[in-house]
């Protein structure tokens, strides 16, 4: 148990955390800052304070098992008054040591043992210590979700039917199925459906109530029809749980033999002949490991549980003769729910029939008169039933006490076994530059062979390093070397391979499978989880009967395995999308336009002193086909109007731009003085000194090239007088107001198109780099964003906000929700857009900038985090520079060669001050260099240098 206002000791709560007060009442956690939503100043927050979490509060269900569900259930409490007792883990999930003094580096849960304390349904009974293993869940492993193998195939359960034999007191049956058994209720458990532990399983044995109607639609098979009052409430006892239909996706065949079935998958509907003859098989998902408080399971009694049951009724028993020899008359009121009376007996053709009722109301409905005293007697026993305790005997409990212990594999590559869960502290956000022991690798590095992959044996945390076992080849008897030191900005997870514990595989045919099977009636098991990864790269799996076996990598996939970035091909296939906006129109390019502009103009000004702040949370919205887009070729098709419309656009717009041509083309030359002349390492000891960025301001070209993003997406305005006013006020207000350090280009036979290049600033992991987007302005401009895409020179990315499939993520442009001036208006500009996306750029700690991290800041996770990500942006950005010195965009030609001929120098410098001396910190969060990132900036820098080298010789 860790107290939490040990600060050495812990560092918060997180959701599903057991924990308990003072009192020793147990609860799990719902809700923390790390996890709710709802905390962030948003206009997707709930109004409901209920349901807020702030810094130091956490969100609780406390739990009682004999309870029904009130508001004082889930409550909002400080951090100080409660204690964690029991943390939730699984096989795969990565962890540290809560205590600091144990070490920094991370590990990955291998194994979980689980016991818990129990309490038999329908009774108080408590039994403790139960080994997790010994409780088969209700539904048998077969719910929504579960991987399901039949033959060689594997599907996902997506849904299910069963059908319930229940016995009503009278001793009639019956069968109820479909939709009906959802109007059943358990009356053992008084909790609420909308309480956190309510549990909606079917077992035998269990007392179920349920409204006139499901029983009247029930198909009777044995005893009496009872006739039951239409207004009234039937309880009965759950004798049987059929299930009858599986609903499955199937997904993917696997190698099962040389004899396998190869046939296209079965039907997506498993029959009730099909479910019953149980010709399938179902992996368990480590269920075991994620039972929690409030589950409800099966177990089988032992004699020491039957004793101790016995023992505690006896003392009861005792206790409650010696309370009723003073005890008084109770006086209860009447219950609705008390109406399994409220039936007459109807004899069932066939079936052997009870005695009626003795008297009838005016409905014919049997109403026994009511006697409080004795009524209370029978109330007692239908909520109460005595349950038998008969060792061997298979019953239904309820988990009210979870103790978890973990077996860890350190990123060292050294392994512990039996740690409690209370000591360990799970990592939630993991970097890509975070690797463990079993974790096949590419090398990223230059001149590396396609083929190669490797294994890391061990990584290094605080160093930033790995030792990798490398493979030539995807034979694992292939050549092999072991390299210590590999930086891990020099490599990269496989695409293909990324085994975690638990996950589900599928076995591959291959030739490894075909000779270890020469046997051709041999049999083997297509599908399994992972346990674990070895050394030498073979997989550890256990397979759907139960037998373990290491194969190699090559011959299992991974199915259902989650990628991470929701955004594949997003920008690709859908470059261009709508959004709703108010038809508003702007005025005309005339005086009173002007004054418009400088309205505008005040208007934006207020953002300036907020776009330095840290985003706090991201979403991403998918782009829709916008109906007026079509390919180049389309224009033919253009009628004369809108092709006149374009023309006089073009010609007014050229006109503007060349106004102060003379200016633009005087900013944009690059200063005149010698670069192998500058004394570079006394320009970066200056304070605030920046690289040279007089290479901004505003310029248009001729001709669109073929290389813009938007080039293919050729627009018919739907507001003719509204986009010809929206593009002229926007050329004006960039001219004369265009940001220090961005550069843009307009093009004179597309007026909805720019490019736009922005530079990194100094005193942030973006200091010398270079930035460069395509914009096209939308058919319904301006009221709706433009649309932005960023071109990437390095492989992943360099900033939460910049994506390397070329997504921007910024509230303007409806790619984060923002509110008030965050929000796109018809009064919004490029020029505001712009001030934002420099924004995200000018952080000085970028990691702030992803969903939700924000709540870490002034955490010790927080500054670590943000230092390490630092420390990839870094990296990233050089690698950009490194291949934006080789293969600068087209339409920036001049501008990249002459920046770069220009600052190169002085980036170079920078950068080797940092390595050869802490006496040059930046002014971001940086220092201590890691040995990894020391030796891939090296190694960068070398090849910067010969690249200068060799453009000074073709100048020359």
Known sequence: MISLSDKEKWSGLFEEDVIQNKEKKLGVVLKTVKNDEDSDDSENSSDDEHEKVKEGKVMVAW????????????????????????????????????????????????????????????????????????????????????????????????????????????????????ESINELHDVTDQRDEDSTFYNNYFYPGQQIQGIARVFKEAKWILGTKPAIKNQGKVKAVVEQVDLTKLMIDWQLLGYSGSQQDTNLPYNQHLTKEEVMSKDFSVLKN????????????????????????????????????????????????????????????????????????????????????????????????????????????????????????????????????????????????????????????????????????????????????????????????????????????????????????????LRLASEDNSNENENENVIVSPAGQVIQVNNDGTVKVRWIDDSISSVKSTNLIVVDHEDDDNWDNEVENNSVYSLDGDEEEWET???????????????????????????????????????????????????????????????????????????????????????????????????????????????????????????????????????NAAVLKEVKMIKAHLPSGIVVKSFDDRMDLFSVLIYGPSGTPYEGGIFYFDMQLPENYPNVPPLVHYHSYCTERLNPNLYEEGKVCVSLLGTWSGKGSETWTSKSSLRQLLLSIQGLILCEEPYYNEAGYEKQRGTDEGKENSRMYNEMAVIK??????????????????EVTSYFQENLPRIIKKCENWLNSSDFPPAFPLFPLSKGFCATLSRILEQLRENYSNSKTVVN
């Open 63 to 178: 739990y009682n098992p004999h309870s029904k569900w009130s508001d004082d259930e889930i409550k909002v409490v400080d951090e100080n008054s409660i204690e964690l007792v029991d943390r939730s883990l699984l096989p795969g999930d990565a962890v540290r040591w809560v205590l600091k003094a144990r070490g920094s580096q991370k590990g990955l849960v291998k194994s979980v043992d689980v016991k818990v304390d129990v309490v038999i349904v329908g009774t108080n009974h408590i039994l403790k210590d139960i080994p997790v293993a010994l409780l088969p869940p209700l539904d048998e492993n077969i719910s929504c979700g579960t991987p399901i193998i039949k033959g060689s195939w594997l599907g996902i359960i997506r849904g299910q039917s069963i059908d319930l034999t229940v016995r009503l007191k009278n001793g009639s049956k019956c069968v109820i199925s479909g």
């Open 286 to 505: 480590y269920r075991d490991n994620n039972i929690q408080i409030g589950d409800k399971a099966y177990y089988i009694l032992t004699q020491a549980d039957v004793d101790q049951c016995l023992s505690e009724i006896s003392k009861v028993t005792k206790k409650d003769k010696v309370n009723e020899k003073g005890a008084s008359k109770t006086v209860i009121s009447d219950d609705d729910d008390d109406s399994d009376s409220d039936i007459e007996v109807e004899p069932v053709i066939g079936t052997n029939s009870l005695s009626s009722a003795p008297n009838s109301s005016r409905r014919g409905v049997v109403r026994p008169r009511r006697r409080r005293n004795v009524v209370l007697q029978k109330r007692k026993k239908r909520y109460h039933p005595l349950v038998s305790f008969v060792a061997g005997e298979k019953i239904c409990v309820e988990i009210c006490k979870t103790k978890t212990k973990a077996a860890v594999l350190w990123q060292d590559g050294s392994f512990s076994e039996n740690i409690p869960s209370t000591e360990l502290y799970p990592v939630m956000n993991l970097d890509d530059s975070e690797f463990f022991p079993g974790d096949f690798v590419v090398d990223k590095r230059a001149n590396s062979l396609p083929e190669k992959f490797g294994v890391v044996q061990m990584a290094d945390n605080t160093a930033r390093v790995c030792t990798v076992l490398w493979f030539y080849g995807h034979g694992l008897n292939d050549k092999q070397e072991i390299e210590n030191d590999v930086s891990v900005y020099d490599i990269a997870d496989h695409r293909d391979y990324t085994f975690r514990a638990g996950d589900v595989v």
């Open 589 to 723: 390019a005339s005086d009173a336009s002007d004054a418009t502009f400088e309205t505008v103009y005040d208007n934006i000004n207020p953002l300036e002193d907020i776009i330095m702040r840290s985003l706090a949370s991201l979403n991403t919205t998918s782009s829709s086909n916008n109906p007026h887009v079509g390919s180049v070729d389309s224009v033919i098709g253009l009628n004369q109007r809108t092709a006149d419309y374009l023309n006089k656009l073009s010609q007014q717009f050229a006109r503007e731009s060349s106004v102060d041509s003379t200016t633009t083309e005087n900013s944009t030359k690059c200063v005149s003085e010698d670069v192998q002349t500058l004394d570079a390492e006394s320009v970066f000891l200056q304070n605030n000194q920046t690289f040279n960025q007089t290479i901004n301001g505003f310029s248009s070209v001729e001709c669109v090239p073929s290389c813009h993003h938007f080039f293919n997406n050729v627009l018919v305005p739907t507001n003719t007088r509204t986009f």
């Open 877 to 894: 950005n050089m690698q950009s520079i490194l291949r934006l010195t080789a293969r600068p965009p087209e339409i920036f030609l001049n």
